[in-house]
């Protein structure tokens, strides 16, 4: 249905309109034939009643009417639970594969090329590498703000990638993965404390107890992230830091991410 649209409007330069159609149409034609169906219904059964009418045809219609209303109460019943359109179908498949990628880069790990590398994980996707067309998903990097992302995307109706069309996963930007990584960092330190368990005042010692690799210890930007201990009144306060975008400490944009031995976490963000 989505190639007869956009066939039709293509051409006259609308094709927000003939996605918008396919959308709609897609769905609405199941239900406009089970609407019809009913009608059918409707007038055998009003036609079973009919004085003039011998008995055996009213019986035989009525066997009709009945079988019509049974096949379209299935159809009630079934399609809304298993008729998914294909944009929603790809963004249920792309979005725990962006997960993944996402996790990888917060983890200071490399990405794959192509979905096929994916570890095979039913903790990692659901195994469907392929949008709801039916067809391969594929790694991409693009622009998000003049910035380099990866996302997994789907080529959409018109089977092409870099298009209008583009179903594409969220990815993470540089202050998205900065917030990520100070904060899992964070989150260790805070494990540690929890644990009774020592942690060093300088991070590349803490890096190397918790065997962290040189990526993780950079924020979305590649700037280097610093460890402050101070202690207050005898606790230990640990506060990992980004200089932000801008690169310097102590201006407006630096990110903190707090943790105290004797409180929950709690995330600061100077903005």
């Not at 109460?73 to 809304?80: F, I, K, Q, Y």
């Not at 929603?88 to 996790?103: G, K, M, T, V, Y």
Request: glycine share 8%; hydrophobic share 45%; aromatic share 8%.
């Amino acid at each position: 249905m989505e190639y007869v649209w956009s066939g039709l409007f293509a051409p006259l330069g609308v094709t927000n309109y003939a996605q918008e159609m396919t959308t709609r149409l897609d769905g609405y034609l199941i239900y406009l034939g089970i609407g019809g169906a009913l009608v059918v219904a409707g007038v055998v059964i009003a036609m079973m009643f009919a004085a003039d009418m011998p008995r055996w045809h009213r019986s035989g219609l009525a066997l009709a009417g009945l079988g019509v209303l049974v096949g379209v109460l299935a159809l009630v019943v079934r399609v809304p639970a298993h008729y998914v359109h294909p944009d929603a179908a790809s963004i249920d498949h792309i979005a725990p594969l962006q997960r993944f990628l996402n996790n990888r880069l917060i983890n200071g790990e490399s990405l794959p090329d192509d979905v096929s590398a994916l570890p095979p994980s039913p903790a990692t996707y659901t195994g469907k590498l392929t949008d709801g067309w039916g067809r391969k998903l594929k790694i991409m990097t693009i622009k998000d703000n003049g910035v380099d992302v990866t996302v997994v995307a789907s080529a959409g109706p018109d089977a092409c990638f870099n298009t209008r069309d583009d179903i594409k996963g969220v990815p993470l930007g540089p202050e998205e993965l900065t917030h990520a990584r100070v904060e899992h960092l964070r989150d260790l330190i805070h494990a540690r404390l929890d644990q009774h368990q020592p942690v060093p005042t300088d991070l590349q010692a803490l890096a190397k107890i918790l065997k962290l690799n040189a990526i993780q210890l950079n924020d979305g930007w590649s700037h280097p992230l610093r460890l402050v201990f101070r202690v207050v009144k005898g606790k230990p306060i640990y506060t990992m830091l980004s200089a932000g975008e801008d690169g310097k400490f102590d201006t407006l944009d630096d990110i903190h991410a707090i943790t105290s031995y004797t409180s929950f976490p709690q995330t600061i963000h100077v903005k």
